[in-house]
């Protein structure tokens, strides 16, 4: 059983390695990673953004506060600094918001990178029109408590992902990423290739080549089973 603690280190990583994950889109982060690993790195489709537009890249502050709570969360904040991002859960309860406005202008006053929360935001016009980037699982004008109980910079179970602090937080339009710093130049060199790869590959399309060629699908399309016909569904049933 974990007391309500603060750790006040977290790991660093290279800042150059997190500016160059910054330059890539999660799905070739996430392919690069591996069908096993690359999958259970990624949040579910319910974490979205609050502005599609943005995307960041920033080592994680971890915070779990008490469903109904955010008194941990200010915390956290006060202990972050310029380019780290808040990764933060109540277990994934939908109500009593963990973050508003006011914690949003301290943030991009210091510079951090984005906001991941499982669970409830709220004053997302605000944090829009300041461009604070924000992704969440929920929106709720609900009043959060200030007591506790809570932890900072403790590994946490965030939209089923366990995130550590340090772990690299990779987000756009398609979803959240989480990158152990271990896996972080494997992944970065993988994307790499993806983004050659892909860049080639639409090249050709605009060439006049078929997306079905380019995969060689072919193969697959045979080892399917499928049967074609060459005829018209309403021909083949006598209509």
Do not use: C
């Not at 799905?27 to 489709?45: C, K, N, Q, T």
């Not at 991941?116 to 992704?135: H, K, N, S, Y």
């Not at 080549?209 to 569904?233: C, I, N, P, Q, Y």
């Amino acid at each position: 059983m974990i007391p309500p603690v603060i750790y006040t280190k977290i790991p660093e990583t290279d800042p150059a390695l997190i500016a160059q994950a910054a330059e890539f889109g999660v799905a070739d982060l996430h392919e690069a990673l591996g069908a096993v690993e690359g999958r259970a790195m990624l949040m579910s489709p319910r974490m979205r953004p609050l502005d599609p537009a943005h995307t960041i890249a920033g080592a994680a502050v971890t915070v779990f506060n008490y469903p109904g709570d955010n008194l941990f969360m200010h915390h956290a904040l006060y202990l972050a600094r310029k380019g780290h991002v808040l990764v933060m859960t109540n277990g994934g309860h939908a109500i009593n918001a963990q973050w508003g406005e006011l914690a949003g202008l301290e943030a991009q006053t210091k510079g951090l990178a984005g906001l991941v929360v499982e669970g409830a935001v709220r004053d997302t016009q605000a944090l829009i029109a300041m461009r604070f980037p924000v992704w969440s699982t929920a929106i709720h004008a609900s009043h959060p408590e200030k007591r506790g109980p809570g932890a900072v910079n403790i590994p946490v179970v965030v939209d089923g992902v366990t995130v550590h602090p340090g772990d690299i937080i990779v987000a756009d339009a398609d979803g959240v990423l989480v990158i152990p710093p271990a896996h972080l130049r494997h992944a970065l060199a993988g994307a790499g290739k993806r983004r050659a790869k892909e860049a080639d590959m639409r090249r050709r399309i605009l060439a006049g080549e078929h997306l079905h060629d380019l995969l060689g699908l072919d193969k697959a399309m045979a080892e399917s089973g499928v049967e074609v016909r060459e005829t018209s569904w309403a021909e083949d049933r006598g209509r």
